[in-house]
């Protein structure tokens, strides 16, 4: 658990692209943000405060987030000096980018110095135990997605801040590392060990509340047969109530995989309903989130329109949209 | 890749069901196997002559394999001596117990000094690649359950045996630590990261000859919450051509799941057919692997003809009749 509130590193960020991590965490938790901090050449802007690490550390932040990435996502040399002299100021540091904090020797000393903690969240935190199948109380809603990276987390925030927003009880549940720097806990999913991911998922979405909803944020997809055995884990882990299908109308084949087509929105849900029922006889879909950047106004209304009868199911792009529909179909 | 002839040691297992790991590795590759070490105690016996090191290493033995298990399943504290001396004489150790032969520190130092190698087969031995789902030359078969140890990895090395005898080319494929054991090679597919598990199994079944079958280990099962995952990701990464059903008829729930009943037999063919013609459209059940072990020869008898009538598919108990049939269906 990461304590909050952060300073959002950017380092030299090239564009504003680059710094989408941090941009996630100011769009879903702006509560946890204080200020920015960029270095010389950084072309991204949160339209923070920018702050020094002193005058973050005066404010009161806890932690500074690495929100950035260079090309190869790692974390950049150029950094260590800023990221040295925020834990010599006293605060944590996190980072989801693919080398670790702690393979950093100068880093690791000056916290271990400052009794200060680095966190790596694509590094599962404990060990987790293997999943045990039993029926848990209160409700758990997973999106599940025609191919990765198609809008499943979006779809989870954009519900969780709807539900919070009618005074309902719901909890966004990260599995992977922007998701879990975006609410400071989580399950970094694809890095846990084979026979553990479901346990990983059931100890993440624990006995609550009979009205209480977790979000579950999805991995993977069931149809891409690089992750597939991620997505099923945590449906077999999550044991949902509802499931949301997740789609890009012009996506032509699996992201990394050109030789695979993406599968139909009912090839999804036939095989998502039918492998979720093994541990919840009584789960449904619920509805279709539908990522239409690619399109106009016009077109997306359309395609929206034509799944929705096609499918019978409310049909929305929740960043057009909102996730009302869906959080009405619950 | 273990180094063979092996020399087995007992340890001072309680009786012959502790040694069944000996037991597996003297069955299926006795070619591998030179000897038995037993300390005082022992009550398991394999049949193969009583060596002591020096004996095993003057006729050629590469590899003390632990063949046994003490309650707990972890190397025995009164053990640890004759590995560290096994070490001295220029052995390497094989172990797949829970606790590691590389936690040992007195081990450790030792096969420093000698120069040999311990291999902790529970412990991937390297990095995997992410799945790429290609299809690749040759052919493969994998066996998948109505649950867990239910008679897969038997049944694969049934058939690796039948069609060796018959000139065909075969190649057990183990993803267990017990067939790795076995055969001296393979990938610990439960203790593989989430994101490497289906590119394991593609690095584990590579292009071959198109007239070659890999017999690959099942592990887990579809319908069984705990491990689900790994069985998709084997089924992914293995992109089968042939898949049998193995099943056990008097088992009444799954195995450390009271609460779950198990599936049919028509609803894992169903569920294992979708998901591998995913990954390969010409996918077929070729057969019915059941161990009736359980039940009396008669009983046997009508088990397997009910089933095979029911199913349309050749039914056999591998362990009673030999695998020739399934071959036949291959």
Known sequence: MLKTPYLLFLGDAPDQL????AQGIKDWRPQFCLGQLRLEGCKADLGLPDMSLEEARAAGAQTLVVGAANRGGIIAPS???????ATRAG???????????????ELVEAARQAGTELFDVRVPQQAYPIADGKPRTGKRCLAVGTDCSIGKMYTALAMEREMLARGMQATFRATGQTGILITGSGVPLDAVVADFMAGAVEWLTPDNDPNHWDLIEGQGGLFHPSFSGVTLALIHGGQPDALVLCHEPTRTHLRGLPHYALPSLEALRDLALGVARIVNPAVEVIGVSVNTAALSAEEARKCLEDIEVRMGLPTVDPFRDGAGRLVDAL
């Open 18 to 21: 680059a710094a989408k991590v």
């Open 79 to 85: 950094w260590i000096e800023t990221l040295v002299a």
């Open 91 to 105: 605060m944590d540091i996190a980072s989801g980018l693919h080398n670790r904090l702690s393979d950093l020797p």
